[in-house]
């Protein structure tokens, strides 16, 4: 489990937060062209069958994620990524608090929160944060794999495998995740004997 999580945290840290920012208003142009990227992207990322060109893809999807619209937010999400490295999670969760706040239909910023809160072993508070998240992004893999995490912690491994199948159906070449779905199913399969 240590492995999947360290992954988890590798993939949000690995991926730079772009400092630009879009136009804010969600009927602008920028923002649909970006939401219609998105969809191709997510349309892509569920054809591929290779591994590194699938990683490629999940990449842009982070880093279209992280676009708050907002220089301000982005900078705050700068800051409480910094912040987190350095594990010093209560300033990464002063941050995210007014991300969320200023931008509560950012779903990153949401799902950036859960991730502190996973650091901190607050599940609970995690759970919150990630249901947020996928209320907004249905399609993040990284909101349903953190879910996935939390559900394996708190041995409700049957929801972990539903969760990790989750992540399946939208980034099929996830090592993780099909590893975490084999082990889960041999485990559950072994139980029921």
Same mark, same amino acid.
Request: proline share 0%; aromatic share 6%.
């Given at each position: 489990m240590r492995s999947v999580f360290a992954f988890f945290i590798l993939t949000i840290a690995a991926t730079p937060l772009p400092l630009q920012a879009f136009a804010q208003t969600s009927g602008d142009p920028i923002i649909a062209k970006a939401d219609t990227q998105l969809d191709s992207l997510f349309s892509d990322l569920k054809r591929e069958r290779n591994e590194k060109a699938a990683e490629r893809?999940?990449?842009?999807?982070?880093e279209a994620w992280y676009r708050s619209g907002s220089a301000s937010v982005d900078l705050m999400m700068l800051w409480a990524?910094?912040?987190?490295?350095?594990?010093?999670f209560n300033v990464a969760l002063d941050f *995210?608090?007014?991300?969320?706040?200023?931008?509560p239909q950012f779903a990153e910023g949401w799902n950036r929160r859960a991730?502190?809160?996973?650091?901190?072993g607050n599940f609970r508070k995690s759970m919150t944060d990630i249901e947020r998240t996928l209320e907004l992004e249905p399609r993040h893999f990284g909101a349903l794999s953190g879910m996935a995490q939390i559900m394996a912690n708190t041995n409700h491994n049957e929801l972990a495998l539903q969760a990790w199948q989750r992540v399946l159906v939208i980034y099929p070449m996830l090592r993780n995740a099909q590893n975490e779905v084999s082990? *889960?199913?041999e485990e559950l399969a072994g139980e029921g004997i």
């Open positions: 893809l999940a990449n842009r999807i982070w990524q910094q912040a987190l490295e350095a594990k010093k *995210l608090d007014q991300v969320v706040t200023l931008q991730t502190v809160h996973f650091m901190m082990r *889960l199913s």
